[in-house]
């Protein structure tokens, strides 16, 4: 499995951006597709995630009602929509694929390159 992140740049604060994450080579059904960030001087971090199977969707205190994620099964891609966006949102973004969706970034065993997100005040 090979993943791109994509959708990534400068935004000021209050702002949306969409992330998107393709997938492509041998993909699993069962899969779920995590988002992770990891700002400068800081660990990564789940943002949110979704599963291949039913679209069924988990996040992160800090990104619930402000961001929502989904999948496009026909594409293989996730998006991350981002809304009302702040400055400690910034940092880079990174898609996963695993076989179960968790906030352990151990647990995926497919990475994108990640994608800079940054949020001016």
């Known amino acids: ?13 209050g702002g949306s951006l969409r992330l998107s994450c393709a997938a492509s080579g041998r993909t ?10 990891q700002a400068p001087g800081k660990a990564r971090e789940f943002v949110g995630g979704v599963r ?18 989904a999948r496009d099964s026909a594409k293989k891609t996730v998006f991350l929509q981002m809304n009302s966006l702040k400055p400690e949102d910034t940092a880079v973004y990174y898609c996963a694929a695993g076989p179960r969706l968790t906030v352990r970034s151990a647990s995926y065993d497919y990475w994108g390159q990640g994608t800079l997100v940054t949020v001016s005040s």
């Open 1 to 13: 499995v090979q993943l791109q992140a994509s959708g990534g740049g400068l935004v000021q604060a």
């Open 52 to 69: 291949w199977s039913d679209g069924s969707t988990s996040y992160a205190d800090s990104a619930k009602g402000r961001f929502t994620i």
């Open 28 to 37: 699993f059904s069962n899969y779920a597709t995590g988002w992770f960030r």
